[in-house]
């Protein structure tokens, strides 16, 4: 058996060798015409190759294995992220620590870092957002950093125009975000799967593109500048002030977004989103207005990307429509995937470790895209529920007073 | 029994393009019956169970309810699935649909779904009343499943249950949505003998102490003749008798319809 596996992995890797041998082994030296041939690489090549490819067969045969167990033992698997949610004897002290680190986090790491937490924490909320839509209610939607680009241009527009500050912004950016999302959402009512992905989709690039033409109305391309920083009763700031505290704008931000969205997934409607991603028919069968919970999806999570995106103008002080392309719906998409679909304390991880990995990957210079992706693609594969796969709270019934 | 019918469907027809599925059907039920509706595979009584339902909009024909609570009669052609479910027709289907990452009670709790009101603000609030309506779903939703008899498995998924008693779930769904009737489609279908007969005993408990009528779609004959007051069948979309199992047991076109022409011999 494993001489067998063995013998697949060494010819893998001669197919590899073979395959990579004229961008490997070959150079031509165009200056002095000759041809250098590079044997060496072709080693190296065959090596790795194979190494690779008997782990990646040894995790697989592994994965199985454990499909396999649980089928016979007709207990589904607690891994061990899931086991460590519901320890209290180990939730309590982790989030203390948490939140003496994110409480301590300004005054000890640099203005760089606060910045890249920041933008960190503005994911978070986009990822809690779209993990409403996509994670607990199941639909697909490849257009959310539209949301994200209506809050941000509510206010830098709302305070070009008429001079509206940040706090006022903030809630009408949000409600200017959810009425987009109404929009989208009457239209693609009757859409799901793939058919809701494409529509989703065209309708971010159609709300890109008007910003992006619309040269009267956004100022197109070109984007508007400075956007006043969020204010504190009008004290006056300095930029590092200003900074750190809009980093714990964000953090009291997403604690407010983590209790709502934690309420209303255990809530009435919280039940008729997941029963909606099970099974459309039978959901509207038992008497769940499906336009209605549809359309609350769309709105609710929308506006979370209004909020995120006023926060991005305040900081930025900039915004123009690249910030907001197929893109980022993308990233954003990945930060509820990797971290794991309906699972709030994934989200966060996962927006964590989108943002922050690439960051603290720039050693690795152009080279890091290419290691995101592999890392991405060995989630999907070892990983398909995520880092941390749902742990919903199920509702249970205890008989204790009959 | 009572002579007003609580459902009155008359000569409802359903087109798909140029195929009738449909062709004006007849087919009443009174308070407090069990009526079956029989006949040969693509015979319509599904279509037909989708037209009453809400699934479909019905090509023609009228379908009227009269709620027994209220006694007021309604025309509900062609209204959205749920709005059926709140006036009272709760549905199961042939193919099982059970919410399956969900489990027993939150099923059940689903069913309640269109009887409860917290809203959004609610939900985020959570106040009293909110909790009560959470507490009171959930005691209503376990009091159901210890009446048909599931309240072992309370707090498994759904999909881990056994075939019949992801189908005995599938009833008390529906009877979480508080209905004055309920539609079974093909209840019994790959059940074994001992499961059918617990079935069988299930649905006359439902019909004598709910109060609540029932149209049931089934192939399973000794079930349909020992459980149903009046039997419908249905052959190619049309109906070909009406009658009590009696009747219908002696009626040549039911037995041509079921075995063929050349019975008669």
């Known amino acids: 058996m494993l001489v067998n596996e063995l013998k697949k992995s060494f010819l893998i890797s001669l197919w590899f060798m073979f395959l990579t041998f004229p961008i490997m082994v070959i150079r031509v030296n165009t200056v002095e015409n000759i041809i250098q041939w590079r044997w060496a690489n072709l080693f190296f090549v065959g090596i790795g190759s194979f190494v690779l490819s008997a782990l990646w067969r040894y995790l697989i045969r592994r994965k199985e294995q454990g499909i396999k167990k649980t089928e016979v033992d007709g207990v589904a698997r607690v891994t061990l992220s899931q086991r460590l949610l519901r320890e209290r004897r180990f939730t309590i002290p982790a989030l203390i620590v948490i939140a003496i680190v994110a409480l301590a986090f300004p005054f000890v790491f640099s203005l760089y870092q606060t910045n890249i937490m920041i933008t960190a924490l503005i994911y978070v909320l986009l990822g809690l957002g779209l993990n409403i839509v996509v994670g607990v209610a199941g639909l697909l939607d490849l257009g959310y950093a539209a949301f994200y680009l209506v809050g941000a241009y509510s206010y830098a527009l709302l305070n070009y125009h008429f001079g509206f500050g940040f706090w006022t912004v903030l809630g009408l950016g949000a409600g200017m975000a ?54 504190f009763f009008g004290v006056e700031m300095n930029f590092e002030q200003v900074t750190v505290y809009v980093y714990f704008l964000m953090i009291a931000l997403s604690l407010f977004t983590i209790f709502v969205v934690n309420r209303l997934q255990n809530s009435r409607i919280g039940r008729a989103w997941i029963a909606l991603r099970e099974d459309e028919v039978a959901c509207q069968a038992m008497g769940i207005d499906k336009r209605k919970t549809k359309l609350m999806a769309f709105a609710l999570g929308a506006t979370w990307a209004g909020f995120a995106g006023v926060v991005f103008a305040a900081k930025t002080t900039f915004i123009n429509p690249a910030s907001f392309t197929l893109w980022e719906s993308i990233n954003i998409l990945c930060v509820v995937v990797l971290g794991g679909m309906g699972s709030i304390v994934g989200v966060i991880v996962g927006a964590f470790i989108l943002i922050l990995l690439p960051e603290y990957l720039r050693f690795l210079s152009e080279y890091r895209i290419l290691a995101f992706g592999t890392v991405l693609v060995l989630m999907m594969v070892f990983r398909p529920g995520g880092i941390v796969e749902t742990v919903r709270r199920t509702y249970q019934y205890e008989e204790a007073d009959h | 029994m009572d002579m007003e019918p609580i459902l009155d469907v008359k000569q409802l027809t359903m087109d798909f393009g140029g195929l009738r599925a449909l062709d004006s059907v007849d087919l009443d039920v009174s308070q407090g019956e069990i009526v079956a509706l029989i006949g040969p595979n693509g015979a319509g009584k599904t279509t037909f169970f989708n037209c009453i339902t809400g699934i479909y909009d019905p090509t023609g024909g009228d379908i009227m309810i009269t709620a027994p609570k209220n006694g007021r009669t309604q025309r509900i052609n062609g209204i959205k699935p749920n709005l059926v479910t709140e006036k009272g027709l709760a549905r199961t289907f042939q193919n099982i649909r059970l919410f399956q990452n969900m489990t027993v009670l939150e ?26 309506e959470e507490e009171a779903v959930i005691q209503k939703s376990y009091s159901i499943l210890k009446k048909i008899g599931l309240e072992k498995y309370v707090n498994e998924f759904a999909k881990n249950l056994p075939y019949g008693a992801q189908r005995r779930l599938e009833i008390a769904r529906a009877m979480a949505t508080e209905p004055f009737m309920l539609l079974l489609d093909e209840p019994a279908a790959g059940m074994n003998p001992q499961e059918t007969r617990e079935l069988d005993e299930l649905i006359v408990k439902i019909c004598e102490t709910e109060g609540i009528s029932i149209l049931l779609i089934e192939h399973d004959m000794k079930l349909v003749m ?19 199992p009696a009747e219908i047991r002696k009626n040549p076109a039911v037995i041509k319809a079921y075995l063929g022409e050349e019975i008669d011999a």
């Open chain 1, 178 to 231: 959810a009425l987009f999302g109404i929009i989208l959402g009457f239209p693609v009512l009757r859409l799901r799967g793939d058919y809701l992905a494409i529509v989703t989709l065209g309708f971010g690039e159609i709300i890109r593109l008007i910003m992006e033409n619309w040269n009267e109305f956004s100022f197109g391309p070109s984007g508007i500048a400075n956007i006043p920083r969020p204010g």
């Open chain 2, 107 to 132: 099923n059940v709790m689903i069913g309640c779904h269109c009887r409860m009101k917290a809203g959004i603000l609610g939900a985020v609030l959570r106040g009293i009343s909110t909790r009560r």
């Open chain 2, 226 to 244: 020992s459980l149903s007051d009046r039997i419908f069948v249905m052959d190619y979309g049309k109906k070909i008798a009406q009658g009590t």
